[in-house]
Nanobody, 117 residues
Framework: QVQLVESGGGLVQAGDSLRLSCAAS????????MGWFRQGSGKEREFVAA????????YYADSVKGRFTISRDNAKNTVYLQMNSLKPEDTAVYYC??????????WGQGTQVTVSS
């Protein structure tokens, strides 16, 4: 069992930056493939970014590619999502998630990001 807690969300203006953090406890984070997802109001949850166990491989949704960067510090049991050049359409609740193999089994409670125009 791993517990995930996101932080770093807030209200910003278009063009600003935010860095989200996801702190893990209960298990060593290096055992988990990590992802960030988001869900806007009235929308389905969508994939944002993912990072492999050691951090060598990263993946991004087309909508955030070039603006967002996922990283991890396994020594701190923390995953980050650096978000630059934020747009109003990035407004959503952002969730981090962890998986051992195929499915994301563990989810955080989410952190709200609101981008005003």
């Amino acid at each position: 069992q791993v517990q995930l807690v996101e932080s770093g969300g807030g209200l910003v203006q278009a063009g600003d930056s935010l860095r989200l953090s996801c702190a893990a406890s209960g298990r060593t984070l290096s055992n988990y493939y990590m992802g960030w997802f988001r869900q806007g109001s009235g929308k389905e949850r969508e994939f944002v970014a993912a990072i492999s166990w050691g951090g060598a491989n990263t993946y991004y949704a087309d909508s955030v590619k070039g603006r967002f960067t996922i990283s991890r510090d396994n020594a701190k049991n923390t995953v980050y999502l650096q978000m630059n050049s934020l747009k109003p359409e990035d407004t959503a609740v952002y969730y981090c998630a962890a998986k051992r193999v195929q499915t994301y089994d563990y989810w955080g409670q989410g952190t709200q990001v609101t981008v005003s125009s």
